[in-house]
């Protein structure tokens, strides 16, 4: 018998929970599920499953229902997910040996997070500190919770891959309840910053929140906010993050040459093909070929993207359309044919082939 719980907090879940459930079947783990006030009929889902749903006054504060649950669980081992986080693979035994050789770590799932359904195209990745022993790490935070050691020490904590993925579709939602939550996660995301304005990670989640509601200007000021006065780390994803925020939110404003300082940031954080990938868009629209040409040539030659295409299709992409601009149609139209079913560049292709254009 394993020693984990899979711990999850939900609310009106009854559109994921069918899926969630189902992900979980064939795994030896005991479920544990809170429900902070329901309207729909996911309580009723869960027990017709056989999963025994506990009921939680919500009060505002994510990390506080999540101790609930986790203090409600049986076993000590701790995977912590939502409802539109669906298991795609678990390696318990693996997962075990790696716990209890690694006591005081947690354990990163690789997230696929999917922005359109049923595809994943556009997907992001990342690893995320889920998996932990309840006796030595808990929740903190109203929003945006982070684990911490429930000792309170300070050090900082390591972290391993876990045998673990998970596909995540929580993006996806529609305009109405994507407003909703938004709403209630700036407001919480500003009465969190009232009380502790110097902390950068809050400042990460409220510029994320501004960026995803397509707010640059002031997305961009609190990403700034981070890489202004944080002693910036490589392998911290989100100081890795707010570098790719707000060179992106630059973009989006038009403010193109001011983009071009995030190159100083290339040395810290080009461990992944993503920054070089967008500095390349940043020089291509400041009119720098040559050096944009680099940057997506370097990119097509790295692995392990945190969001999908940006060390394929995408610099293949502007590749093609530099060529094309500078008449060389052969080699834009063979760039545009490795981007394979990416709809843009098939459309240029078209227009290659429908304009009879050809280098010789």
Known sequence: ????????????????????????????????????????????????????????????????????????????????????????????????????????????????????????????????????????????????????????????????????????????????????????????????????PDNKYIHFQLAQELYNHEEYEEAGEHFKEVLDTAILKPGVEFHRLSVMGVTDCLLHLGKHKEALESQKYVEMFGYTPDLHFLMGVVYYLNHDFMNAMQEFVIATNMDNPAKEGTNTYLPLYYIGIINEQFENYNDAKKFYEMCGDYEPAMERLKGIMTGGKNAD
């Not at 025994?52 to 203090?71: L, P, T």
């Not at 696929?112 to 006796?135: C, H, L, P, Q």
């Not at 045998?163 to 009465?191: A, W």
Request: with cysteine; aromatic share 10%; glycine share 6%.
């Open 1 to 196: 018998m394993s020693q984990f719980s899979v711990c999850t907090i939900m609310k009106n879940e009854e559109k994921n929970l069918p899926g969630f459930l189902e992900a979980l079947q064939g795994f030896d783990v005991e479920i544990v599920i809170v429900d902070t006030g329901s309207g729909d009929r996911s309580i009723e889902i869960a027990e017709k499953k056989g999963v025994n749903v506990h009921r939680y006054e919500w009060k505002n504060d994510f990390s506080d229902a999540r101790n609930y649950a986790i203090k409600l669980a049986k076993k000590d081992f701790i995977i912590s997910l939502d409802c539109d986080e669906f298991i795609k693979r678990l390696d318990i035994d693996e997962l075990e040996k790696m716990m209890i050789d690694n006591p005081d770590a947690l354990g990163l799932i690789r997230f696929t997070n999917y922005m359109v359904a049923d595809s994943e195209k556009g997907a992001y990745y990342d690893w995320i500190a889920r998996i932990f022993d309840r006796r030595k790490f808990h929740f903190e935070g109203k929003i945006h919770e982070q684990l911490k050691p429930v000792s309170g020490e300070k050090n900082q904590i390591s972290g391993y891959h876990a045998p673990v993925e998970v596909i995540h579709t929580g993006y996806i939602s529609d305009s109405e309840v994507s407003e909703v939550k938004f709403r209630r996660n700036v407001k919480m995301l500003r009465d969190e910053l009232k009380s502790n």
